[in-house]
């Protein structure tokens, strides 16, 4: 593995959202770690440093926006991009003051979606 090669986590309870994002972030050379739970997402958050970190709002068991908190304390200067299907600002407010850098809906804009967690990586 390059060692200056960028290092993602994403956590989503969609499969296919998982698979979509890994393949277009490894073929922008990216090293990509997936978690289908929050609780899985911190477990790896405990095992590695990355470079950012995209996490479901909407998630069975542990919330998007529960996991935020619970990352930023594992890792406080790691970029987080909340991901979510749900058009909704308060929610969106909410996660960035909780520390997210970030908040983007699903459908995804591809494009500003790997420009973002590209560009936010280079923070770290």
């Known amino acids: 593995m390059n ?3 960028t290092k993602i986590l994403i956590i989503d309870d969609s499969q296919d959202v998982l698979t ?4 277009i972030f490894r073929k922008a ?3 990509v770690f997936t978690a289908f739970s929050g609780e899985d997402g911190l477990t790896l958050a405990q095992q590695h440093n990355f470079n950012v970190i995209l996490i479901d709002l909407v998630m069975p068991g542990l919330r998007g926006d529960e996991t935020l908190i619970l990352m930023k304390k594992i890792h406080p200067s790691t970029p987080i ?3 979510t299907g749900y058009d909704d600002i308060d ?3 909410k996660c960035m003051l909780l520390g997210a850098y970030d908040y983007v809906q699903k459908p995804f804009d591809m494009e500003y979606l790997k420009t973002s967690v590209l ?3 280079m923070l770290v």
């Not at 979509?20 to 393949?23: C, K, T, Y």
């Open 119 to 121: 560009s936010t990586a």
């Open 20 to 23: 979509a994002l890994e393949v």
């Open 29 to 31: 050379n990216c090293q």
């Open 91 to 93: 929610k969106a407010k």
């Open 81 to 83: 991009i909340m991901i």
């Open 3 to 5: 060692t200056d090669q």
